[in-house]
């Protein structure tokens, strides 16, 4: 006889349980202590992309692709008033 399979949601609930476990008691998780209040972080500043240079070779695709299902389209055309 087969053996049974666990459910996805019986997976998920048994990982989280393990984690749970697992994780100390922080300060985060307890309540917080009198006192002044925590310095707040500066942001990270996420360097600027130049997509035009990262994919410089798409355009050149897409006009391949373009040329190549125009001709198989004209080429169709031709053979169904050829076979006729």
């Known amino acids: 006889m087969a053996k049974k399979r666990k459910s996805r949601r019986a997976k998920k609930k048994r990982r989280t349980q393990v984690r749970e476990r697992a994780l100390p008691v922080s300060q985060e998780r307890m309540a917080p202590a009198p006192g002044p209040a925590p310095a707040v972080k500066a942001k990270t ?22 040329i190549i299902a125009a001709s198989m389209l004209a080429l169709l055309v031709i053979l169904s008033f050829v076979i006729k």
């Not at 500043?45 to 373009?66: A, N, Q």
């Open 45 to 66: 500043v996420v360097p600027t992309v130049d997509f035009s240079h990262e994919y410089r070779y798409v355009i050149s695709d897409l006009k391949r692709i373009g």
